[in-house]
């Protein structure tokens, strides 16, 4: 079974930076090839809200209210990939989810990373 294990969360003042991690800690072999690897977050009493999306080709988009500040790369060597955040604003508090889906439609979650940006 596919787990994805999450890092790099904390407290962090605002204009502040933090760089996400996300391992994919077992073999991906059984499942079909991954397609997209996304970033989600929720902060207290809203939505889940997708952040920023990578295919396996590299193109990335992000959501309108983090363009410009996070970037999500990917490193298939470590089977790993980041989420680095920039100029952190408050607004940005929540917890941040990992995320895989694959071309059968196989989806993972991680367990969730807090994040929490102080004014």
């Known amino acids: 079974q596919v787990q994805l294990v999450e890092s790099g969360g904390g407290f962090v003042q605002a204009g502040g930076s933090l760089n996400l991690s996300c391992v994919i800690s077992?073999?991906?072999?059984?499942?079909?090839?991954?397609?997209?690897y996304r970033w989600f977050r929720q902060a207290p009493g809203k939505q889940r809200e997708g952040v920023a999306t990578?295919?396996?080709?590299?193109?990335?988009t992000y959501a309108d209210s983090v363009e410009g500040r996070f970037t999500i790369s990917k490193d298939n060597t470590k089977s790993t990939f980041y989420l680095q955040m920039n100029a952190l604003e408050p607004e940005d508090t929540a917890v941040y989810y990992c995320?895989?889906?694959?071309?059968?439609?196989?989806?993972?979650w991680g367990q969730g990373t807090q994040v929490t940006v102080s004014s």
């Open positions: 990578i295919n396996r080709g590299g193109e990335t």
């Open positions: 995320n895989l889906v694959a071309f059968r439609g196989e989806t993972f």
């Open positions: 077992e073999s991906t072999a059984s499942m079909s090839p991954i397609a997209w």
